[in-house]
T-cell receptor, first 114, second 117 residues
Framework: DGGITQSPKYLFRKEGQNVTLSCEQN?????MYWYRQDPGQGLRLIYY???????QKGDIAEGYSVSREKKESFPLTVTSAQKNPTAFYLC?????????????FGAGTRLSVL | AQTVTQSQPEMSVQEAETVTLSCTYD???????LFWYKQPPSRQMILVIR??????QNATENRFSVNFQKAAKSFSLKISDSQLGDAAMYFC??????????????FGTGTRLQVTL
């Protein structure tokens, strides 16, 4: 089955700890995205990548880091600098060409602070 | 920067009835794409319908249709013959068609739709 897999489904972070959220896709998409969802605020873009070994900051990148070493994978690290990490995190991917470039989403990871 | 506004935090509709969800956006661009995504309780985002700004004809997907008013920068979603499975959060989203931009989406804050018997 083609799709986007996010893991884990639930994650808990201790004070001062870095945690990494996994996102893998087998859709052969060039672009991948990370969004944060808070109640009443919709989805906000954290980072995105259009090609391997390249990525750009989104609207709320502070306290987060990413890597794109493989086309299929785009892990997100929530660092200790992110003071309010509790949220629902969604990963998405899309093709990159003219047209709709529809984004397909994973099932998300719920991050909570212990 | 583009912004997307959904002014209805919650809506309710009876089963089999029709409901319209509102969305307005602000942009200085002439070519762009608009989307409605559905997020059911599972929280998986699902594309409902899409519209290209250059196409005047309103998009339709089965029971879902849009009313796209480019001059008014309005993109409402109409759900006909509502079903219990339509209960979800609905997000309106905008994407620039400008060459060289990534396919970044700007989302509204969402409308929670309840479907009652």
């Amino acid at each position: 089955d083609g799709g986007i897999t996010q893991s884990p489904k639930y994650l808990f972070r201790k004070e001062g700890q870095n945690v990494t959220l996994s996102c893998e896709q087998n859709l052969n998409h060039d672009a991948m995205y990370w969004y944060r969802q808070d109640p009443g605020q919709g989805l906000r873009l954290i980072y995105y990548s259009q090609i391997v070994n390249d990525f750009q900051k989104g609207d709320i990148a502070e306290g987060y880091s990413v890597s794109r070493e493989k086309k299929e994978s785009f892990p997100l690290t929530v660092t200790s600098a992110q003071k309010n990490p509790t949220a629902f995190y969604l990963c998405a991917s899309s093709i990159v060409r003219t047209g709709f470039n529809i984004q397909y989403f994973g099932a998300g990871t719920r991050l909570s602070v212990l | 920067a583009q912004t997307v506004t959904q002014s209805q935090p919650e809506m309710s509709v009876q089963e089999a009835e029709t409901v319209t969800l509102s969305c307005t956006y602000d942009t200085s661009e002439s070519d762009y794409y608009l989307f409605w995504y559905k997020q059911p309780p599972s929280r998986q985002m699902i594309l409902v319908i899409r519209q290209e700004a250059y196409k005047q004809q309103n998009a339709t997907e089965n029971r879902f249709s849009v009313n796209f008013q480019k001059a008014a920068k309005s993109f409402s979603l109409k759900i006909s013959d509502s079903q219990l499975g339509d209960a979800a959060m609905y997000f309106c989203a905008y994407r620039s068609a400008r060459t060289g931009t990534a396919s970044k989406l700007t989302f509204g804050t969402g409308t929670r739709l309840q479907v009652t018997l």
